[in-house]
Every structure is written in structure tokens, then in C-alpha cells.
């Protein structure tokens, strides 16, 4: 329905993109079927970066927003940094899968910053939503104007008026109990730290098939961890 909003995302999308391409060039990535399949699964993140952030200097005039994307896609660069300590097998199938989302990721994070604001300024998308949010207040008060001393309108407007306290009603209870989860949370951090590190596993896996133990001779001797266990006489 807004052409330039749809213009601001498709345009940030491609030069994303295009820049991201020039560190393909320079880290010499293969354009395969897992890089594919990482561009095509980092352009949704790309686009989510570029509408929270528009969103955000649109509605709010601000750029606030940005730390938040910040976190995230640390957090997903993070997560895809683990396939490049695996297994030299895993890790050459999926290492370009992994740093094309990097890379996009990376550069979203300046297209969010720098870009996106630049667009807005320029296809003057803040002034645009002013005005439609003055002509629908307008619209509003007309009608509450028109509507204001009929039985069918007292009706409604007590409807509304039930419906907009029972949802703040469960915003209430749902703010609540969010603020005593953090809390609890904030009073264990040793706690949930641990559960965190177990719910996404111990690298078992890095542990050496044998362990040396020193013997009563005063030499060392190798054994499986089948045979000594896992804490064998150390």
C-alpha cells in the first residue's frame, strides 16, 4: 500500500546484499548449494533488521531499536560460530554456509545504522506518517462526533471500553509475572548460567580417547576411558 516503504525495504535489501557480495569476493566463498542456502536464509534477517529499525525512527523518531538488533544478531553470528570449530569433515561442508550469514548479517547491522535512516529522511516517510496518524485521529473524533448521543454508540463505546480494560487487565498479570520470573532469575544467575550451559551440551566430544595415569613404577601408562573410566586414577 505505500510504495516508498516497499521501496526503502527492496532498496536496503540489495545493497545489503551487493556489499555483502564484495566480501565474498575478497574471502574467496564458493557460491554453492549451502552458500545459497545461507543467503537465502539471512535475507529474512536482513529484511527483519531493516522493518524494526524503520519502524522505529517512523513511530518513534529514535533509534533505540538498534541495540536490540544489535543483541540478536550477535547472537545468531555467535550460534554459527560453533561450526567453525568442528570437525574438519562438518566444517567443510557447511564453512561458507556459515560466513555468508555472517557477512550478511554484518553488513545489516550498518545498512540498519546508516541507510535506513538516510531513506527515511529522504523519501520523507516521518512526515507521511504524521499526517496519516492526524488524518485518523480526525476520522475518529468526527465520528465519535456523528455517533455520540445514539443508543447504538453507547453501546459500542461500552463495549470497547470492557474490551480495552480486559486486555490491560491481562497485559497487568502478564507484566507481573514476567517481573517476578526476572527477578527469581536475577537471584540464581548461577543458577540458570548452569542450566543454560547444560541445555546446549557439553563438548564431550573434544575429550581424548585415552588419558595417561601414572603407574606405581613411577611411569605412565594409556589407557581407554572404557578401561579407567572417566575420572581413571587421575
Known sequence: RNLKYSFLILFSLIVNVSIAAIFYYFLRLEMQMFSLAGLTISLTLIIDNV???????????????????????????GALSVILFMDENVRANLQDFTWVIIINLSVSLFIALFLVPALIDRLQL????????????????????????????????????????????????????YEKIIRF?????????????????????????QIKVKNTNGFFASGSQQELGFWGNL
Open 51 to 77: 522493518i524494526i529499525m524503520s519502524d522505529q525512527i517512523i513511530n518513534r523518531g529514535n533509534k533505540k531499536a538498534f541495540f536490540s538488533i544489535l543483541t540478536a544478531t550477535l547472537t545468531s553470528v
Open 126 to 177: 516521518v512526515k507521511r506518517a504524521k499526517k496519516n496518524r492526524k488524518k485518523n485521529e480526525h476520522r475518529d473524533a468526527k465520528a465519535q462526533r456523528i455517533y455520540k448521543n445514539s443508543v447504538s454508540s453507547r453501546l459500542c463505546v461500552q463495549f470497547i471500553y470492557k474490551r480495552k480494560v480486559r486486555r490491560e487487565k491481562v497485559l497487568i498479570i502478564f507484566n507481573r509475572v
Open 185 to 209: 532469575m536475577s537471584r540464581r544467575k548461577k543458577w540458570f548460567a548452569a542450566v543454560i550451559i547444560l541445555a546446549f551440551g557439553l563438548p564431550v566430544f573434544l575429550l581424548p580417547d
